[in-house]
């Protein structure tokens, strides 16, 4: 049983879009309701890492999603970079947990500041006042004393910093795979049961 009933998920103009589609695509299946905001830069990184083009109006970009993961439809919604009254910009509809995946240092940054400049920046602000569950996938390397200083902040602040680094001692054979692992230890954030990837110490339990 998931603990979490809905989510944002931000798509910013970091590499690694793989994994925020997919996350998107999981908790779908698993009956999430997602709430779906994603960059400009997003846009670009889509084309240029996925050859995918994210429409620019949401409708469209909602229609894409359902289509491509056969969703119910009553599960997604997508929001413009302004939209003031979409229920992610309010602390009194805010979702159960927001997850910014792929964060690139940009929305890493203006998160740590409260900027609240675009509804992605907004959205998180309204997690954290609210104490919701919030998690960044932050993407960039090597990370400088001010990536750094920013995450250190924010996870003080109880944001969940989960660096996309696959494991390999599961054996990744598939990029698909290297994706699951990471999207994986973001549902066991949310507490969305999965079985993307098996638990360390598990065959030592049968
Ligand atoms: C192909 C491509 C890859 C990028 N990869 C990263 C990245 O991994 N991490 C990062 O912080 N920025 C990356 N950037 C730069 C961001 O897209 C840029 O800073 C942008 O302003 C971020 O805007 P956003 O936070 O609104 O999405 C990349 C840009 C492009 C075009």
Known sequence: M????????????????????????????AGVRVWVLYSQAAQIVAKQEMNLTLPSRPAETRDWLLRRFNADPDLLQVYGREEWFAPPASGSNPPDAMVVCPCSMGTLAAIAHGMSDNLIERAADVCIKEQRKLVLVPRETPLSAIHLENMLKLARLGVSILPPSPGFYTHPETVDDMVDFVVARILDQLGVDNALMPRWGASQEE
């Open 2 to 29: 998931s603990r979490v009933n809905t989510v944002t998920v931000a798509l910013t103009g970091a590499s690694g879009l793989p994994y925020g589609l997919r996350l998107i695509e999981a908790l779908l299946q």
